[in-house]
Structures are given as structure tokens and as C-alpha cells.
């Protein structure tokens, strides 16, 4: 009846046939369950847009709250420093030398570090009898403007 090459000619339409409709079965299986993006790039790219400025208008409102917050928290702290150094004065009838710094004091481990890192500073002079607890602000250094400033409550002259 039909020669071997005809047969062969027969059963490969019949698989392609068969082949094809396999592959779009498997084509629309893929996009029924998710497997290709059904989202354009130019519509990944506009969202990342939109979510980086939204962002960025967050970062320009918060920042600088952060800072007013760490400069409050040094006002705390440095006026619990002074309160601390009027106690030992009345206990020790003298306030602690310059050399002697924040760490003659009961509770100062506790007020070790300002917000930025950096030691709290203690000055005594003897001279006018007078102390200073301070804080060399963000920057860690003596002196600066800004908010490299640094940071005090003079004690209550008595």
C-alpha cells in the first residue's frame, strides 16, 4: 500500500500537528498561572519611579526631626549630668575635678555617650567655681556652627 517514505511523511505531520497544539496548551497553562509578567516594563519601571520620589519626600521630612530629637535628648541629658554634679557636690562638699570628669559620678555610665557616639565632655574651673557638661555635637570636634555645634546647658550660676 504506501512505500516507507510515505508513511514516514504521513506520521511526522501527525506529530507536528500534535506537537503544536501541545505547545500552545503549555503556552496558555503559563499565562493562566502566572508564570510570564503580566506586566509591561514601562509600567515596572513608572511604579519604581513613583515609589523612589514618595521616598524621597518621606526622607526630606523625617531627617530633619532626627535631628531635633537627638538635640533634645542631649538637653536631657546634659541637664541630668548637671543635676548629678550638684548631688555630689553636696555629698563631697566640692564638685569633681576636670581630671576626675563625669566618672566620679554614681550614674554616669548611663549618660556615657551623646546620641552621635561621641563622650560627654565636663570642664571644672576651679577658678570661677563654675562646671560645664557639654557635648561636641555630630561632628565629634571642638567648636564648629551649625549643626556641628556644640551643645551645652550651663549650669545655674549660684
Known amino acids: 500500500m504506501y512505500k516507507t517514505g510515505a508513511c514516514c511523511v504521513i506520521v511526522e505531520v501527525a506529530l507536528s500537528h500534535i506537537d ?12 493562566k498561572r502566572g508564570l510570564f509578567s ?10 519604581v519611579a513613583m515609589v523612589s520620589v514618595l521616598a524621597f519626600i518621606a526622607a526630606l521630612n523625617i531627617l530633619p526631626g532626627q535631628y531635633k530629637a537627638r538635640l533634645a535628648r542631649v538637653s536631657q ?11 555630689y557636690k553636696a555629698s563631697h562638699l566640692r564638685y569633681p575635678s576636670t581630671e576626675e570628669g563625669l566618672a ?14 561621641h563622650a560627654y565632655q565636663y570642664f571644672y574651673s576651679a577658678r570661677t567655681g563654675q562646671f560645664n557638661v ?8 571642638i567648636g564648629g556652627t551649625g549643626k556641628a555645634r556644640d551643645i551645652s546647658l550651663l549650669p545655674p550660676t549660684q
Open 20 to 31: 503544536a497544539s501541545a505547545l500552545q496548551t503549555k503556552s496558555s497553562f503559563r499565562l
Open 38 to 47: 503580566p506586566y509591561t516594563s514601562m509600567e515596572i519601571i513608572t511604579a
Open 77 to 87: 541629658d546634659v541637664s541630668i549630668l548637671n543635676k548629678a554634679i550638684e548631688d
Open 104 to 117: 566620679a559620678l554614681k550614674n554616669a555610665d548611663a549618660f556615657k555617650n551623646d546620641p552621635w557616639g
Open 134 to 141: 557639654y557635648s561636641f555635637g555630630n561632628d565629634g570636634k
